[in-house]
C-alpha cells in the first residue's frame, strides 16, 4: 500500500489496477463524512487534478487525484453511506478501483514509512 501527500491510501490489486480510499488520518481532520461525490465508472482522471468532493463535519473539500487514470469500479456504499469511510476507511470505505495509467506514479506515492514521516512534518506545522 502507498499514500498520496494529500491523503490518499493506494493499494495495488495487479500489475495495472489500485484501489483508491482515504487515510484514517484525513477521514478523523475532516470529521463525520455526510456527502461525497466520486467519479463514474470510466471517467478518466490526471494525477492531482480535481478528483472527488466530500462534505463532512469540518467543512467542504475537493480532493485531488492521488494517481491518473480510468475508474473501473465504485463504491456506490460509501457515497450512499458515507459513515462507513469513518468507521472503516481501509477496508469497506474504499472509494474507487482504477485502471492506471502509469505504474510510476504509483511508485512514486509514499511508503508507509515516508507517509508516517510525512504526517509528523504537518503535525509539526499545525504546533506552530
Not at 492521488?66 to 450512499?80: F, K, Q
Given at each position: 500500500m502507498r499514500f498520496s501527500q494529500d491523503h490518499f491510501w493506494v493499494r495495488l490489486d495487479d500489475e495495472t489496477q489500485v484501489t483508491i480510499g482515504l487515510t484514517d488520518y484525513l477521514q478523523e481532520k475532516l470529521g463525520e463524512i455526510y456527502g461525497l461525490r466520486l467519479p463514474e465508472e470510466g471517467?478518466?482522471?490526471?494525477?492531482?487534478?480535481?478528483?472527488?468532493?466530500?462534505?463532512?463535519?469540518?467543512?467542504?473539500?475537493?480532493?485531488?487525484?492521488?494517481?491518473?487514470?480510468?475508474?473501473?469500479?465504485?463504491?456506490?456504499?460509501?457515497?450512499?453511506?458515507?459513515?462507513?469511510?469513518?468507521?472503516?476507511?481501509?477496508?469497506?470505505?474504499?472509494?474507487?478501483?482504477v485502471e492506471m495509467a502509469s505504474g510510476q506514479e504509483f511508485d512514486d506515492l509514499f511508503t508507509e514509512e515516508e507517509y508516517e514521516d510525512h504526517l509528523s512534518g504537518e503535525e509539526d506545522l499545525e504546533e506552530d
Open positions: 471517467e478518466e482522471f490526471i494525477k492531482d487534478e480535481p478528483f472527488t468532493m466530500i462534505e463532512a463535519k469540518n467543512g467542504r473539500r475537493e480532493l485531488k487525484a492521488p494517481i491518473s487514470g480510468e475508474v473501473i469500479e465504485v463504491n456506490y456504499e460509501a457515497a450512499e453511506v458515507p459513515e462507513i469511510i469513518n468507521e472503516d476507511p481501509l477496508t469497506e470505505g474504499w472509494l474507487v478501483k
